[in-house]
Nanobody
């Protein structure tokens, strides 16, 4: 079955950086777009970034454009999210997902940004 396991979250000060990782299994990773989504406390899941199967087409939400970078390693079935210049509003549970709405996602990794 589909397994998505995120890691790399933590507590960071405003202006800091983190890199999230996602290990994927149970499906043909190289054949699909992949997504990062996040959920803030009390809010619905929101789209963060996406990448095509080959890794050269990337899209970002307006909130993270210019600060976050999505990438993938198809040889190892891994997805990454490099996050720079983090701010308190980036505090959320981050998921890697098979779709933009996060209906198929992992257990998430918590990112907390202190001001």
């Amino acid at each position: 079955q589909v397994q998505l396991v995120e890691s790399g979250g933590g507590l960071v000060q405003s202006g800091g950086s983190l890199t999230l990782s996602c290990a994927a299994s149970g499906f043909t990773f190289t054949g699909v777009w992949m997504f990062w989504v996040r959920q803030k406390v009390g809010k619905e899941i929101e789209y963060v970034a996406s990448i095509n199967n080959a890794g050269y087409v990337k899209y970002y939400s307006d909130d993270v454009k210019g600060r976050f970078s999505i990438s993938r390693d198809n040889g190892n079935n891994k997805l990454y999210l490099q996050m720079d210049n983090l701010g308190p509003d980036d505090t959320a549970l981050y998921y890697c997902a098979r779709d933009k709405r996060g209906s198929i996602r992992g257990q998430g990794t918590q990112v907390t940004v202190s001001s």
